[in-house]
């Protein structure tokens, strides 16, 4: 599976962001899919994860009610919706797959990895 991230850039505090995450050499619908983010200096964190059908999403705290994970299987792509984003968000965002139905939160529990897009929240 490669996956080909997209939709960062340079936004204001307070405005908002879409990232996608195209998979292309299998289909993922029947897999649980992620955003990870690591910012400078830190490690790579959790942000949301989905499972294979959208029914159950999961998200860290510090993003929670501002960002909205979601998927379109027939496009064979997830999407990480950013609202009020803050300076703290800034980080280069990874998507990854997980050969499971369901999601967790750990890295380690994801196979593929996507090449990173980045973000920068300014004042």
């Known amino acids: 599976v490669q996956l080909q991230a997209s939709g960062g850039g340079l936004v204001q505090a307070g405005g908002s962001l879409r990232l996608s995450c195209a998979a292309s050499?299998?289909?993922?619908?029947?897999?649980?899919m992620g955003w990870f983010r690591q910012a400078p200096g830190k490690d790579r964190e959790f942000v949301a994860a989905?499972?294979?059908?959208?029914?159950?999403?999961f998200y860290s705290d510090s993003v929670k009610g501002r960002f909205t994970i979601s998927r379109d299987n027939a496009k064979n792509t997830v999407y990480l919706e950013m609202n009020s984003l803050k300076l703290e968000d800034t980080a280069v965002y990874y998507c990854?797959?997980?050969?499971?139905?369901?999601?967790?939160?750990?890295?380690?529990?994801?196979?593929?990895w996507g090449q990173g897009t980045q973000v920068t929240v300014s004042s």
């Open positions: 990854a797959v997980r050969r499971r139905e369901w999601p967790r939160t750990s890295s380690s529990d994801y196979d593929y």
């Open positions: 050499g299998r289909t993922v619908s029947s897999l649980a």
């Open positions: 989905i499972s294979w059908n959208g029914g159950s999403t």
